[in-house]
C-alpha cells in the first residue's frame, strides 16, 4: 500500500481547521457586511428576478436560495451556514473517523453557498482556493459508512494528493510568473520589497523592523522569491523524494516569512497544507524497519540519488548567480544582485517552458496511476480486494484525468501561446463546470501597490460641513500613527482589506463605499462594530467625508515613538449627507434602502431557529475574530489529541 497514511491524515486535518478559520472569521463579519443595515446585503443578490429557483441556484448555486423557506432573511441564512461550517469543521478537527469525503463535500458545499452571496467582499483568491482546495479534499478523503471504525488507506491515495500537488503548482508557478509579465518596474529591478512591507494591506509589526533592512537584502529577497516560486515548484514531480522535501521546505520558509510580516488570513495556511502533498509517511517516522534495505544495489541507489540532488542544488546555485547577477562585495560586506535577462528574452523563456509544464503533469499523473494500479494487483490479498481497490483507483483515475485536463485552461492564461494551444474542447469541459469553481488561476502580487508610499482612505464625519471633523479608527488597517501594526492572522477583516483596495482607486470604481458612507450616516451600530472607536456616540454625524493620504514608516534614526508617518494628498470622497443629490438614486439602484423580503411561512419554524441564530449571536457573535477562531480551536486541538 502506498505509505502516505499519515500524510493524508494531517492534510484533512489542517483542511478541517482551515474551513473553521475561514467560516468563524466571516461568521463575526456578517451583520455589519451583509445583513440588511450592512454594506452590500445579501438580499439584494438574492431578490426574486421571475425565474424558477432550480435556474438560479444552477447559476449561482448557494444553499442561500432554500434558506427562505425555511422563514429566514438573508442575514439569517447566513449566520445558519457558517454555524454548520464550525460545527462540521470542529467536528473533522476532533475526530479522524469523521473525515470523510461527505463531510467535506458539506464543507465544501456551505463555504461555496455563502461565497456566491458574497460579492466584493468574498472576491479574493484564498476564497477560490479554498474553493478549489475542498474539492480536492472531497476526493482525498476516505468514504465510508462505518463511522466507528478507524478509517484505512487506498491504494489510490497517491494520485488524489497528486491532484493536490498540481494545484500547488500552478499557485507557486502562476504567482511567480505573473510578477515578470505584469512588467511592474519594482520587479524587475529587484525593489519590490523595498515597498513591500510598507504598503501590503494590513501588515504586522515585524514587517516595520523587516522594512529597515538594507536594500542589498531586500534585492536578494527579491530574487529568493523568483526561485522559490518558479524554480522549485518543477522539483513537485520529482522522483527524487530529497528534491521534494527541498522543494517543501523551501516554499515553507517563504509562506512562514510572510505569516510573520503580513496579515493574509487563511491564505498562507492554506498553502503550507497544500505542501503537506510534498511529503510520505516516512516524514513522519512511519517507516517500518523490512522497508529498509541494505543491499549493494540499496546502497548504489542512495548515492546516485545523493549525486544526483547534489548537481540540482548546485544547478540552482548557479542559475541564481547567472540569472540575477549575484556578486559578493567585500567592502560593503554586501551582495549585490540585478536580473540578467531581457524582457524578450524571459517571455520566450516562459512560451518554450509552459507546454514542459504541461507535460511534466501528464507524465507525473500517469506515472502516479500506473504505480496505483499495480500496488493494487502487488499488494492487496484476494482476488476481490484486487479487483475492489482497482475498480475505485480506476474511478479515482478518471476523475483525476478529468481535474487535470480542466485545470489546464486556468493553468495556461500566463502565456498567450499556450492559451491558444488548449483545445476548443477542453474550454468546453471547463465552462461546463465553471460555476461550481473547481479550478481558477492563480497570480499573487502581480504588481507592486504602493511604490512612493501607501495610499491611506481616512473616514470623517462631523456636525457641520465647516468644522468638527472627526476622523473614524479602524480595528487592524493603518490609521492612528502611534497604533502598532497588529498580528491578526487567520482573521481577515473584509472591510479594511476593502479599503485597502479602494485606497489604490477611486470612490467611483468602488460602489459599496457610499453604501459603507451612508451606513456612517445612519449610525449603523453592525458596521461599526467593524471598526474601531466610534468618535460619534450620542448620534451619527450629518455629513461624512474622506481623506488620501500617503503613509510611510517611521525609520529607525527617528526620534519619534510611532510606527506611521503620513502626508495629506487631497480628498478622496467629498463630504456627504443623507440629502446628497444623487444619494438616494444610487442606494435604490444597489437594493439599499427597501424593504425587507422576509418569508411569512412556517411560522413556528421560523421562530425556533430565528432565536437560536440570534441567541448563539448574542453569545459569541460578539467576540472579535482572532478571539473567537482561537477560542474554538485551541479546545478543538485538545480535544483531538485525547479522543
Known sequence: MAKVLAT????????????????????????????????LPARVVLKPDGRPVEKRFQKRPSLMWFTMDLGLEAQEGMDLICILGCVVSLICLISRRMRDGAMFALLWFLYMSVYEVGQTFLWFQWDILLLEAGFLTILVAPFHLSKWRQPTGSQHDTITLWLVRWLLFRLMFASGVVKLTSLCPTWWDLTAMDWHYESQCIPTSLAWYAHQIPQWFQKLSVAAVYAIECGTPFLFFSPIRNLRLFSFYSQILLQVLIIATGNYNFFNLLTITLCISLLDDRFFGRENASEKSDSLLASFSRLFTKL?????????????????????????????????????????????????????????????????????????????????????????????????????????????????????????????????????????????TGVGGRPEVIMEGSHSLNSGWKAYDFLYKPGNLSGPPPFVAPHQPRLDWQMWFAALGSYEQAPWFINFAYRLLEGKQEVLDLMGSNPFPDKPPKYVRAKLYTYHYTTLKSTSSKWWRRKFERDYMPAISKETKGLKDHLQHHGIIQGSTKSKKNAATESFIQLLLSAIRSYIGTLSGPILIFSLFVPAVVLSRIS
Open 8 to 39: 493524508k491524515d494531517l492534510f484533512l486535518w489542517c483542511m478541517s481547521a482551515i474551513y473553521l478559520c475561514a467560516f468563524t472569521s466571516l461568521y463575526v463579519q456578517i451583520p455589519g457586511l451583509y445583513g440588511d443595515g450592512g454594506i
Open 308 to 448: 544526483i540532488s547534489f548537481g540540482v542544488y548546485a544547478g540552482i546555485i548557479y542559475a541564481m548567480i547567472k540569472l540575477f547577477t549575484l556578486r559578493i562585495d567585500f567592502e560593503k560586506y554586501s551582495i549585490e544582485s540585478k536580473i540578467a535577462f531581457s524582457q524578450d528574452g524571459f517571455f520566450k523563456a516562459l512560451e518554450n517552458a509552459m507546454p514542459y509544464t504541461i507535460w511534466i503533469g501528464k507524465i507525473s499523473l500517469g506515472s502516479e496511476i500506473i504505480l496505483a494500479l499495480w500496488r493494487c494487483f502487488s499488494e492487496e490479498r484476494g482476488l476481490l480486494s484486487k479487483m475492489w481497490s482497482c475498480c475505485k483507483c480506476l474511478v479515482i483515475t478518471g476523475l483525476a484525468v478529468y481535474m487535470f485536463t480542466i485545470s489546464l485552461v486556468p493553468h495556461s492564461v500566463v502565456d498567450k501561446r499556450a492559451t491558444a494551444s488548449i483545445t476548443p474542447e477542453v474550454r468546453q469541459l471547463h465552462d461546463n463546470v465553471r460555476n461550481l469553481n473547481l479550478v481558477h488561476s492563480y497570480g499573487l502580487f502581480r504588481r507592486m
